[in-house]
């Protein structure tokens, strides 16, 4: 998404471009020492011998360079209130969203957060420190700036792994992702999900909204189970009212 933002196309929903996806996917070719360090390369043209990431074209910087720098300037202003909300609002609403999802996946850590990155073959690298204090502070900065929309997430093979009857819940696994979801079951999907079978397979629609704890100012993702049906059916159910979701 920050990409999309450096190509100046940057849009708030819908899938991304295949170019910006293609510019910025990366293969890790080298680990090394350290908490976690990594080499980076993808499949930019070549240039006599030199191939990949961050590759010089007549003093034009390659969009994953771009993409980079700018998520380090992210990074970096997280630490002040002002400088965090102004690149938030600059990189649009997609971007901004992702970082704060960044953020909250960071704020289970309990240690600081040291991000380095370097360019092959050139003297050129940035270091930046947060600390887990600058990242809670961050994310009330970002919860504060980013709108966030309720989503639909559509899981096209869905395990069945629990619910309640009585509670209306549910907890269901995304085959493809192993990403697990679980919640409370909306009244279009009570019947379906009364009857779900054990490691039964289905598809399901999900709804996913952005919650803040006005106390902690911690942010959660909320779950409902808007669908649930027949692997067959994935693409034929339309699309649920969000005000069914919350009986």
Not at 52 to 79: C, H, N, Q, W
Not at 221 to 244: F, M, V, W
Request: net charge negative; glycine share 6%.
């Amino acid at each position: 998404a920050i990409a999309q933002y450096e190509e100046g196309i940057a849009t708030e929903s819908g899938p991304l471009a295949n170019h910006i996806l293609g510019s910025t996917t990366f293969s890790v070719v080298t680990t090394f020492k350290g908490s976690f360090g990594i080499t980076l390369v993808n499949d930019l043209p070549e240039k006599g011998d030199q191939k990949g990431l961050l590759a010089d074209f007549e003093g034009y910087e390659p969009l994953p360079e771009r993409t980079i720098k700018s998520f380090m300037e992210l990074v970096e202003s997280s630490t002040q209130e002002e400088p965090l909300k102004k690149n938030l609002v600059k990189i649009k609403k997609r971007a901004a969203s992702g970082y704060r999802n960044f953020l909250l996946a960071l704020s289970s850590t309990e240690t600081d957060n040291i991000f380095e990155w370097g360019r092959p073959g050139r003297e050129e690298s940035e270091t930046v420190q947060l600390s887990r204090v600058d990242v809670l502070k961050a994310m009330e900065v970002a919860n504060k700036t980013v709108t966030e929309e309720p989503i639909e997430i559509n899981v096209e093979v869905a395990e069945w792994i629990g619910g309640n009857a009585r509670r209306e819940d549910f907890e269901i696994k995304d085959v493809s992702t192993e990403d697990t979801y679980f919640g409370k079951v909306a009244a279009t999907a009570r019947v379906s999900a009364g009857n779900a079978i054990w490691h039964g397979l289905y598809s399901a629609k999900i709804l996913e909204e952005i919650e803040l704890n006005e106390s902690t100012q911690q942010i959660s993702r909320k779950h409902t189970l808007l669908y649930l049906g027949p692997l067959a059916e994935s693409e034929s159910e339309p699309s649920i009212n969000r005000n069914d979701s919350e009986e």
